[in-house]
Nanobody, 120 residues
Framework: QVQLVESGGGLVQAGGSLRLSCAAS????????MAWYRQAPGKERELVAR???????EHADSVKGRFTISRDNAKNTVVLQMNSLKPGDTAAYYC??????????????WGQGTQVTVSS
C-alpha cells in the first residue's frame, strides 16, 4: 500500500507565499517522477511542475520564476515553493508520483489534494 500525503495549503493574500509538501510512504522500492498538478473550479487539471529522480525539473509557463519544485529522494518527499502568488493560482493542488513497488511494478499515485486560495 502506497500513500501520498500533502500539507501546506491555505489562504494567503496576493503577493504572499506558501510551501506545499508531499510525502510518499508504504511499500516503496523507488520513486521516479514526482509532480504537482492543480485544478481550479470548472477547469481541467493542469501540470504545475514536475521533477525527475535526478532532479531535472520543469515548470509551467504560468508559474515560471514564482514557483520552485524540489525533492528529497532519501525522504521520498516533494516540495512546491510558491512565491508572488496571484488570485489566478487559486486551485486544489495535487501531488503526483510514479512509484515502483517491491514487485517492481510502476504505478501512478495521487495525493488527496490541498486547497490554495489567494485573495486579492
Amino acid at each position: 500500500q502506497v500513500q501520498l500525503v500533502e500539507s501546506g495549503g491555505g489562504l494567503v493574500q496576493a503577493g504572499g507565499s506558501l510551501r506545499l509538501s508531499c510525502a510518499a510512504s508504504g511499500s516503496i522500492f523507488s520513486v521516479d517522477a514526482m509532480a504537482w498538478y492543480r485544478q481550479a473550479p470548472g477547469k481541467e487539471r493542469e501540470l504545475v511542475a514536475r521533477i525527475t529522480r535526478r532532479g531535472v525539473s520543469e515548470h509551467a509557463d504560468s508559474v515560471k520564476g514564482r514557483f520552485t519544485i524540489s525533492r528529497d529522494n532519501a525522504k521520498n518527499t516533494v516540495v512546491l515553493q510558491m512565491n508572488s502568488l496571484k488570485p489566478g493560482d487559486t486551485a486544489a493542488y495535487y501531488c503526483y508520483a510514479a512509484i515502483k513497488d517491491w514487485n517492481f511494478v510502476l504505478r501512478d499515485y495521487w495525493g488527496q489534494g490541498t486547497q490554495v486560495t489567494v485573495s486579492s
